[in-house]
């Protein structure tokens, strides 16, 4: 028998909610989910649960988990390490793909039609928006041909087509990289990565080969918290010395700062975890990109209500200016207002940031305004069918009553 596995992604859920929401459906026997082998593990887009064991839950069990937690789910699963799919609802939308529709047979167009999977259902429910690189995972390995089956779906993935493990690839496009230690009967997961010391002395190359963020000017001409000179000071900080994090390796490193920070009450107000959280900025973003954001996000305590000082370090705004992507595209350029305040003379870089994201917002409002007048059009139906039907209930009540008083 082959290897049988299913994950849960919780997009923005504390691991407390998850785990609440795991263990109450596992009282319902059909899903045979024992509580005690689930495994957790919460970063800052969510929290992930490991569900080791020969019987999947598939759509079912996804609906349950996220109509107890209240929150979208994502139910990622290996079948027979055969093939791999998801499961997902979120509010009134679900989406379902498998790579092989037709493993137990031949299935209607319609059913394969179904299994297809649809990126727009999971954009902005989980932190991407990107459906161009979802669909290129989104694939039935049916339609590809023999040479398809030997690339991967983006260039610096780990499994190709063909192989049941591509899921974890498409985790960690989707902001949950596999978090758990090794499995049974599955390859090395989590590969071997220099120590920090080997990063900043010999200046290696972020290893991910993700497409540089459209704010990449401010990397480029700019030292930011990204920069091997910032770290190497930040590593000599009171606070952060101590967790000697030269003889870890990135992967370790953000590990340990999402450790710490669960032992501190408010981690978002405490400076240490500020500083730490740049630290884990600089290897997320040397392993995987943009993602790195999340992190620069802890950097400074910025509440939507009350007061707060504001931040002060340009080389960390500098950072998450030049990661923030569309959807959190106000921080952006808080983010660069301020720089202007404390950095006036790079001014003429801020500002073109500034105007690139205007334009941007223009492009989406652009965009978008045929589908807000596709749904003012559909409210205003709906209005006048609403006073149609009120018109015409006042006049059955009018004929009742004429006919009560001749």
């Known amino acids: 028998m082959g290897l049988f596995l299913q994950t849960a992604l919780f997009p923005g859920c504390d691991e407390s909610i998850a785990r609440d929401a795991v263990e109450a459906v596992a009282k319902i026997p059909a899903f045979h989910i024992d509580p005690e082998t689930c495994r957790y593990a919460q970063n800052y887009e969510g929290t992930q649960?490991?569900?080791?064991?020969?019987?999947?839950?598939?759509a079912p069990l996804a609906k349950a988990l996220s109509d107890v937690a209240e929150n979208p789910v994502l139910l990622l699963y290996i079948y027979d390490g055969d093939y791999w799919g998801y499961d997902f609802y979120g509010g009134d939308e679900?989406?379902?793909?498998?790579?092989v529709p037709d493993y137990f047979g031949p299935v209607s167009?319609?059913?394969k039609q179904r299994l297809t999977g649809n990126?727009?259902?999971l954009s902005g429910w989980l932190p991407t928006w990107d459906t161009g690189m979802?669909?290129?995972?989104?694939?039935?390995?049916s339609d590809l041909d023999k040479d398809a089956m030997d690339e991967t779906a983006c260039p610096d993935d780990r499994f190709t087509y063909g192989d049941?493990?591509?899921m974890t690839d498409f985790m960690a496009r989707l902001g949950f990289p596999w978090a758990f230690d090794q499995v049974q009967d599955a390859p090395p997961l989590q590969p071997d990565y220099p120590k920090l010391w080997e990063i900043?002395?010999?200046e290696l190359p972020p290893v991910s080969t993700e497409v540089p963020p459209e704010g990449k000017a401010l990397l480029d001409r700019l030292p930011s918290a990204l920069s091997p000179e910032y770290v190497r000071r930040l590593l000599e900080e009171s606070g952060v010395k101590e967790f000697e994090f030269e003889e870890k390796d990135p992967a370790e490193i953000i590990e340990a700062v999402r450790f710490h920070r669960q032992t501190v009450s408010r981690p978002e107000c405490d400076p240490q975890c500020q500083r730490l959280a740049v630290l884990a900025a600089f290897c997320a973003f040397w392993l995987r990109g943009s993602i790195a954001w999340g992190f620069l996000d802890y950097a400074t305590y910025e509440p939507v209500y009350g007061s707060y000082e504001k931040p002060t370090d340009v080389y960390v705004l500098r950072a998450r200016a030049a990661l923030t992507d569309f959807s959190k595209r106000h921080r952006a350029l808080r983010d660069l207002e301020r720089l202007i305040e404390l950095d006036p003379a790079n001014r003429a870089l801020y500002q073109a940031e500034i105007r690139r994201w205007g334009s941007q917002e223009r492009a989406w409002e652009k965009q978008a305004e045929p589908r807000y007048e596709a749904i003012r059009q559909q409210w205003a139906e709906q209005d006048r069918q609403e006073k149609e039907r009120e018109g015409r209930r006042l006049q059955l009540i009018l004929e009742k009553r004429?006919?009560?008083?001749p």
């Open 49 to 58: 649960v490991l569900m080791e064991g020969d019987c999947l839950g598939f």
């Open 94 to 99: 679900e989406d379902h793909f498998n790579t």
């Open 109 to 111: 167009p319609e059913e």
């Open 119 to 121: 990126p727009a259902a």
């Open 134 to 141: 979802m669909r290129r995972y989104l694939v039935h390995w």
């Open 164 to 166: 049941c493990w591509q």
């Open 200 to 202: 900043l002395e010999r």
């Open 402 to 405: 004429r006919k009560k008083n």
